[in-house]
């Protein structure tokens, strides 16, 4: 028995893996296909049937160039960065909870928050190892923003933890049965999803990025493969980030239609706000989070828990 329910664990997270991929291609349609609409432009259309087929292509294309292979550069930094960042971008969906599997988190967002941080580090490398100015000063950026976005983050996930007083994301699920938090607490649910496009490097927080004023940021020195995997880690997080917002704030995990149609509409906000708004300046985005969002999520946390207080006693 013990063996079988292993192999529902192996095959579970492989169903899971290449659902994760194959949405991340569909996702990049999605967002090629919206920002040439917000641009008045057509998208990508050509390849298969309204262009479905493009980001297979894009990918064979990818995978099949030539890599560049950097004299000066800390060769195994260098290769490996991109890898492990796309692994933890993987690993990190293991958290959510599903319903099919054996897998189940009490300690789901500590995990996340574990995850996300050792992802700075994966930035730092490849920024580092390309031996390149212009990378390391992308990778340097995408630090700094990273690391500071993860503060206020954390806070802001506290204040939900204090009102179910568990670490477990199916809990979530039944205390939003007559009303979800995104109503009970307005301005965290709108810092929270701010702060989730910043942890992400999206628009209008894309200094890791920056192409007007950086080249292309911490992978500039990236082609093929090591692109296409920070490509890849950058496209799942932000579904991750978008099915976490639903589980905490709008409802719960649910294996239902409207779950889907929520996870759907808040990864096209990711798209839909880089196609309108503009890149903030750098000490604009530095000052939001640490002199609004910080005071914000602290105060907030300080509520809670004397409301749970006061409940409890």
Excluded: H
Excluded at 134 to 163: F, H, K, P
Excluded at 259 to 283: E, Q
């Amino acid at each position: 028995m013990l063996i079988m329910d292993l192999y529902n664990v192996i095959i579970g997270v492989l169903i899971l893996l290449i659902g994760v991929l194959v949405g991340v291609a569909f996702l990049t349609l999605l967002e090629r296909s919206v920002l040439g609409y917000i641009q008045v432009r057509k998208g990508p259309n050509k390849v298969g049937f309204m262009g479905l087929l493009q980001p297979f292509s894009d990918a064979i294309k990818l995978f099949t160039k030539e890599q560049a292979y950097l004299n000066f550069s800390n060769y195994f930094s260098f290769y490996f960065s991109p890898v492990v960042s796309f692994t933890l971008s993987l690993m990190v969906w293991l958290m959510i909870p599903y319903l099919f599997n054996m897998i189940t988190f009490n300690m789901g967002v500590l995990f996340f928050l574990c995850c996300t941080s050792i992802g700075v580090y994966t930035l730092l490398i490849a920024g580092w190892s390309s031996n390149s100015n212009y990378s390391l000063l992308g990778g340097l950026r995408a630090v700094a923003q990273t690391i500071s976005y993860e503060v206020s983050l954390s806070l802001i996930l506290m204040s939900s933890i204090i009102l179910i007083m568990d670490f477990n994301m199916l809990k979530f699920t039944s205390y939003q049965f007559m009303i979800w938090f995104v109503f009970m607490m307005m301005p965290l649910g709108m810092s929270m999803l701010s702060s989730l496009m910043a942890e992400t490097n999206r628009a209008p927080f894309d200094f890791a990025e920056g192409e007007s004023e950086l080249v292309s940021g911490f992978n500039i020195e990236y082609s093929s493969g090591g692109f296409a995997l920070i490509f890849l880690a950058e496209y799942a997080s932000i579904l991750f980030m978008s099915m976490l917002f639903i589980i905490v704030y709008m409802g719960g995990y649910e294996l239902t239609l409207m779950f889907y149609l929520k996870l759907v509409f808040m990864s096209f906000f990711f798209i839909w706000v880089r196609g309108t708004l503009p890149r903030y300046r750098y000490d604009k985005l530095m000052y939001l989070c640490w002199k609004s969002y910080l005071p914000v999520s602290l105060n907030y946390l300080l509520f809670f828990m004397g409301l749970k207080m006061i409940l409890l006693y």
